[in-house]
């Protein structure tokens, strides 16, 4: 018999395909399915390493589980382009995180394959709990299998959940992907735990048969198996003790080679059948695995940019100025050679936040809590309470993970925790749940709490200077991801004074446009656009949300027709606060029109920055249409709207 040389991929419109392939075939449409995941990434950029380590559980547990109806759900997300590519989406796979294209992430909206949107680690054992319930309840929906990596199971939210499953006792399916690595190496007692497990079958004389006679012990009844592990413990004088997820009341299996087909699907269709609780499928597997320049790289290509095939170069495009992570990390380095008593937090994210320049120099005073943002923040108020300066560097959108600690262990207790909000504003590829667009209102509200914007790079070192110096309080400032404006960098950070703001350009009383931010150069855009309209632009830079600068208000208020504020940030935020500010001094009381423009309220999704803001009305354009608008000059704004599209 002729075999089809037609590729095993192309017969795959959905799932219930795999179902009716021999198990050998799945594993050359796993070996074609990897290289499809390289050539869709190396046109669009996008976290590689993870989705090439899941490529055969990916084939495996669609073949085994009746997905839809059994509902699969990647922790994180950032892993599912495998899974993206069998649930009906290959021919999207080129406008991966581009605008008007398919997420980097799972997403409800977009496909029923995706029952639960995910970027943010650690919450999938939680909501697979949830579709267990429902189904116990009576609702049409199958069994829930959740895959959580190793980094993210090592996370609060992550225990929870494990533990309330392991009481409710209801049967659902946790896979644990071990690939001891998930952005920056794991680090914490729980890691080191799984890699115990792992060694357990491939350490010391009995290695090989230990391995195999726990693949075995999984599969047999609970009285069999108690039995062959006491046996073994005899013969080998090991101490069998239950692991901790069976302590937790999961039946525990593993760890199994996560690129073995066959392993994988005799397990999942023998944990599937049997299955009468919850149960934990330990699953090891290579990051980057099958790619050779992903496996050979530090970060296993976990986020990359289009890159060539064939020798694993990216394209990424060469920087006119320092990116302001890279200048937060340096300046912080700078000041910790200063002041012995500067320290740095992050919560997984060493290289992302740039306090690994930091760690370079200062290895004892830089603290990896792992996936841990509210155990990070509360830390970080101990180290304050202790007399040290810690500056606690969190992207804005994890930050929210920590909001209670920051509002109970900071705040409330006016200890000095500087918090460094990386990724503030909109962030391109990453789409809505990277979007750091809530820092502002949630971090401003609080009382004692200082919150500034870096404009520009300068300013940012300004602002870790300020940040050191200021012992009275919390203190927080953000910035963008990416490259800065190119301005020149100062040899030192200057302390600024709390709550001043400083003027940029002086107008004839028109119009004054309130900056905060790197949002400033779309204002001074914006301001010479205005001119050809007739209409002079003054334009200030806010620095501080918190405390407010009102003699600077005040003075634009009474100085001119209109003032209209300006930030990258959520309805709630900045402008909020300056309308409050200016009602309650009564600056409103005397003609003087206000604007306040932000971000809409929706979310926004991916697409780059630049189309995002557009998208927003928050660049150049969309603040000279809020100006020629708060002068009923509606004509001019279609002209606009007209030219933009």
């Not at 949830?130 to 990596?149: E, K, N, Y």
């Amino acid at each position: 018999m002729t075999r089809s040389l037609t590729p095993m991929l192309d017969r795959v419109a959905g799932p219930a395909d795999l179902r009716g392939i021999s198990d050998p075939d799945l594993r050359t449409l796993a070996d074609e399915l990897r290289q499809e995941v390289v050539g869709a990434v190396s046109q669009t950029g996008g976290h590689l390493g993870s989705s090439l380590g899941v490529v055969e559980l990916s084939v495996a547990i669609h073949a085994v589980f009746d997905t839809p109806r059994d509902k699969l759900i990647w922790d994180v997300g950032h892993q599912c382009y495998p899974h993206k590519i069998l649930t009906g989406r290959r021919d999207r796979m080129g406008t991966l995180r581009q605008g008007g294209g398919i997420s980097g992430f799972t997403k409800r909206s977009e496909s029923e394959y995706d029952p639960f949107g995910a970027a943010h680690s650690s919450t999938s054992i939680s909501a697979a709990l949830g579709f267990t319930v429902g189904r116990d309840m009576g609702l049409p929906t199958g069994d829930a299998v959740a895959v959580i990596g190793d980094g993210s199971i090592s996370a609060g939210m992550a225990y929870e959940a494990l533990n309330n499953a392991g009481a409710e006792g209801r049967r659902m399916f946790v896979i644990l992907n071990d690939n001891e690595m998930s952005i920056a190496p794991p680090v914490g007692a729980m890691s080191s735990y799984l890699s115990s497990l792992s060694d357990l079958s491939r350490k010391g004389p009995f290695g090989g048969l230990v391995a195999m006679a726990e693949g075995m012990e999984q599969l047999a009844p609970k009285p069999v198996r108690e039995g062959a592990r006491r046996a073994r413990e005899m013969v080998t004088g090991l101490e069998s003790r239950g692991t901790f997820f069976e302590e937790l009341g999961f039946d525990y299996i593993g760890p199994i080679d996560g690129h073995d087909m066959g392993q994988l699907l005799s397990v999942l269709r023998a944990a599937k059948t049997r299955a009468t609780g919850p149960v934990l499928i330990h699953c090891c597997t290579v990051k980057g695995k099958g790619y050779a320049p992903a496996e050979g790289s530090a970060d296993k290509y976990h986020g990359v940019s289009k890159f060539d095939v064939g020798t694993g170069v990216q394209s990424k495009a060469r920087a006119n100025a320092p990116s302001y992570t890279g200048v937060f990390g340096d300046t912080l380095t700078d000041e910790a050679a200063r002041d012995p008593r500067v320290v740095a937090i992050t919560a997984a994210m060493p290289g992302g936040t740039g306090v690994d320049r930091m760690a370079k120099r200062f290895p004892g005073r830089v603290f990896d809590v792992g996936i841990a943002e509210q155990h990070g923040v509360t830390f970080a108020a101990g180290m304050a309470a202790a007399g040290l300066k810690p500056f606690c560097a969190i992207y804005s959108t994890f930050l929210q993970r920590g909001y209670d600690q920051v509002v109970h262990d900071v705040a409330l207790q006016g200890l000095p925790v500087r918090f460094a909000i990386d990724r503030a504003g909109l962030v391109g590829a990453d789409g809505a749940t990277h979007a750091g667009a809530f820092d502002i209102g949630y971090l401003g509200a609080l009382p004692g709490m200082t919150v500034m914007a870096a404009a520009d790079e300068a300013e940012l070192m300004h602002m870790v200077a300020t940040a050191v110096a200021h012992d009275s309080g919390p203190v927080a400032f953000r910035y963008p991801r990416g490259n800065g404006t190119g301005v020149t960098l100062p040899d030192r950070g200057e302390v600024l004074e709390i709550g001043k703001g400083r003027m940029i350009r002086e107008g004839r009383g028109d119009v004054a446009l309130l900056s905060l931010g790197t949002v400033l150069s779309d204002c001074e855009a914006a301001a010479t656009m205005l001119e050809a309209e007739g209409l002079s632009a003054t334009v200030a830079d806010a620095r501080f949300a918190k405390p407010l600068d009102m003699e600077l208000i005040a003075r634009l208020a009474q100085t001119h027709a209109a003032v209209i504020t300006v930030e990258q940030g959520a309805q709630g935020g900045f402008g909020a606060m300056v309308l409050q500010a200016m009602a309650g001094e009564g600056l409103l009381d005397h003609g003087c029109k206000l604007r306040t423009l932000c971000l809409p309220d929706r979310f926004i999704d991916q697409a780059s920055p630049a189309e995002m803001y557009r998208d927003a009305g928050v660049d150049a354009e969309g603040i000279v249409a809020t100006v020629l608008r708060a002068f009923g000059r509606d004509r001019k704004i279609v002209d606009l709207a007209s030219q933009r599209s």
